[in-house]
């Protein structure tokens, strides 16, 4: 079993805030055998698929999980750049907004789940401002890193989602878990997480708020006034 009884009970609570139906894209390794199963040959990626079942069933026809091969999806997986799995999409009107190359576990899970609420149209307080900002801000790619066990992760996270999913991939994030991906996080120098690189030049070391991200991405120049002051 996946969850105690408790897990489970605090998940069916977050996933009945989902507002409108959603769907992820899921990237594993499985192939497909004679009788019609999948047999998927990496540890995480079976893991990953029966965490979002899960969430799936609980979710009250609100979320569906459509999972794709990189062995028999070969188009897709080109696609959407997968090169390793599992690998988690949330795609909106065709753009990629959030790639997860992270099993959400452990810490990670109450931000992925909260990211769920915002991507089936659930609005924070400060979404308009974000919104309001979209001019000002170029198509951009950010990459983060974190752990299962960071601290200070599973508040910045849903932070970086929800710019991507307001901007509908004009900002695009890709969270990315040091443990599982050492040889990505050693390419860009991670030393601690969470770590944040926009356009693989612009570190955010640590921490950061909605206002703090909205400087980076807008180069300095977002509006002054209400919670942006």
Request: aromatic fraction near 8%.
């Amino acid at each position: 079993m996946l969850f105690s009884q408790n897990e489970l009970d605090n998940i069916k609570r977050e996933m009945k805030k989902l507002k409108d139906n959603i769907s992820l894209k899921l990237f594993t390794d499985f192939k497909t055998q004679a009788d019609g199963s999948k047999l998927r040959r990496c540890m995480a990626c079976e893991g990953t698929y029966e965490l979002l079942k899960t969430l799936e069933e609980v979710s009250g026809g609100k979320l569906s999980i459509e999972e794709y091969s990189t062995e028999e999806n070969v188009e897709d997986a080109k696609k959407y750049d997968i090169v390793r799995t599992p690998a988690i999409l949330f795609v909106n009107e065709g753009n990629l907004v959030i790639k997860y190359s992270a099993t959400p576990a452990g810490a990670e899970l109450a931000p992925f789940l909260k990211s769920l609420q915002y991507f089936s149209g659930v609005s924070p307080y400060y979404k308009d401002q974000i919104v309001s900002h979209l001019k000002k801000i170029s198509m951009s790619k950010m990459k983060m890193f974190i752990t299962k066990t960071c601290p200070y992760c599973p508040a910045t996270v849903p932070v970086a989602n929800l710019f991507s999913i307001v901007s509908k991939g004009k900002v695009s994030v890709e969270i990315i878990d040091v443990d599982a991906n050492p040889d990505i996080a050693m390419k860009y120098q991670v030393q601690g997480v969470p770590h944040t690189i926009i356009n693989d030049k612009d570190h955010i070391y640590g921490m950061f708020t909605p206002q703090e991200l909205l400087e980076k991405l807008t180069k300095g120049k977002r509006d002054l006034g209400g919670m942006y002051s």
